[in-house]
């Protein structure tokens, strides 16, 4: 029944209980008992005859979700921080599983015109916060993905050899932060750094956005030098 949930994306914002019963391959007497039963959760509500869209339970789970997070709880004074010294839009992100969602986002002077946002997936291979992500994985959690997703990381412009691959986000991981000119968004370019755990890995990423325009005066190794610094503390207040 929860995978009905699963079902809503940026291409379907509403679902009927015919749509959700091929979906899952269910009878449509099954889908209409999973609709009863998310509806009375308030996970789905009737927002046009026979059509379905999320509920307002997931916007309240959401609130909990931010509350939640340890991330945001000892680092949002740390990126206002950043967007303070800075003038630039901060930007929170974290790897679920193979999935890349954005959790925060503190506004500079002159906010960004983001096209991603708290809760719609990114790219994993496009962009400083999954190149800063993924550059923490150990060899063998890499070379899983490598293999698995190997047409899509080609696309993406990435080293199609394993060699060059790991090389690639090596080079990231001693360098510690990633610069990003228009990967993502052409107009927009970002410098991130990961938050780090004990154990090598990350908690999430931090990236400060700009517009590409401005690459040419932008003293990026200062940049760099304040987001692996915020990262580092956030890290410490962790761990």
Do not use: N
């Not at 509403?14 to 209409?32: G, H, K, N």
């Not at 921080?81 to 925060?104: N, S």
Request: hydrophobic share 45%.
């Amino acid at each position: 029944m929860l995978g009905v949930l699963d079902l809503f994306d940026d291409t379907h914002l509403t679902r009927t209980a015919e749509d959700i019963a091929q979906a899952l391959d269910v009878s449509l007497p099954t889908s209409y008992r999973y609709v009863r039963l998310l509806l009375q959760a308030g996970l789905l509500q009737r927002v046009e005859e026979s059509h379905y869209a999320l509920g307002p339970r997931i916007i309240l789970l959401d609130h909990y979700i931010r509350r939640a997070d340890p991330v945001l709880r000892v680092g949002v004074p740390i990126l206002r921080e950043l967007v303070q010294a800075t003038g630039f839009d901060c930007v929170v992100t974290g790897l679920f599983g193979q999935q890349v969602l954005d959790t925060h986002r503190e506004m500079g002077g002159a906010p960004a015109a983001l096209s991603y946002g708290r809760g719609r997936p990114r790219p994993l291979f496009l962009g400083g916060a999954p190149k800063v992500l993924l550059s923490t994985f150990g060899s063998a959690q890499l070379k899983k993905l490598f293999e698995a997703r190997h047409a899509e990381l080609v696309r993406c412009g990435l080293p199609a050899d394993w060699a060059g691959f790991r090389r690639y986000y090596a080079g990231i991981r001693k360098a510690g932060y990633y610069v990003s000119r228009g990967e993502l968004e052409p107009h927009l370019s970002a410098v991130a750094a990961p938050i780090l755990k004990p154990d090598g890995g990350a908690w999430a990423a931090i990236s400060l956005v700009f517009e590409t325009s401005r690459l040419a005066i932008v003293d990026l190794e200062k940049l760099a030098k304040l987001i692996t610094e915020a990262a580092t503390r956030i890290g410490g207040r962790l761990a």
